[in-house]
Structures are given as structure tokens and as C-alpha cells.
């Protein structure tokens, strides 16, 4: 896989994904909140973690430096 997601983008991704699995379970919100809530942040956490996210190669997007897009 090809490095698409860097920079300060990825502990960004790190820390709202920890905040939005956070709210989901803590919060007290309906199960439908809830959910979504966990499946964001569980997105999120795994994208920035990785550097990888589909939607950016769907897309074209890359925030990776030239030099950290090498293969994983």
C-alpha cells in the first residue's frame, strides 16, 4: 500500500478517532449514535495509524511527502 495519508493529517486522525470511540462508549447517546459514533472513530484510528485511506485513492488525494510515499 502506498503511503496517501501523512503529515500533522495523521495524528489528527489518531486523536479524533480515540475521541469519537470515547464519546461512543461513554457518552450515553441511542445505540444508532452509538454505532456510528464507534465506526467513525474505529476509521478513523485504523487510517491514520496506517497512512492509508481508500477514500483519498478513490479520490487522488495525498498529503504524504514525496519521500514518505514509498511502500509500506
Not at 480515540?18 to 454505532?35: E, P, Q
Not at 485504523?46 to 509500506?72: D, E, H, Q, R, W
Amino acid at each position: 500500500m502506498m503511503c496517501n495519508v501523512g503529515g500533522i493529517e495523521r495524528p489528527i486522525r489518531i486523536g479524533v478517532g480515540l475521541l469519537a470511540i470515547m464519546i461512543g462508549l461513554f457518552a450515553g447517546f441511542s445505540a444508532a449514535i452509538t454505532g456510528t459514533a464507534l465506526a467513525v472513530g474505529a476509521i478513523l484510528l485504523l487510517t491514520g495509524a496506517v497512512g492509508y485511506c481508500p477514500l483519498f485513492t478513490l479520490f487522488g488525494i495525498s498529503t504524504c511527502t514525496p519521500a514518505s510515499g514509498m511502500k509500506k
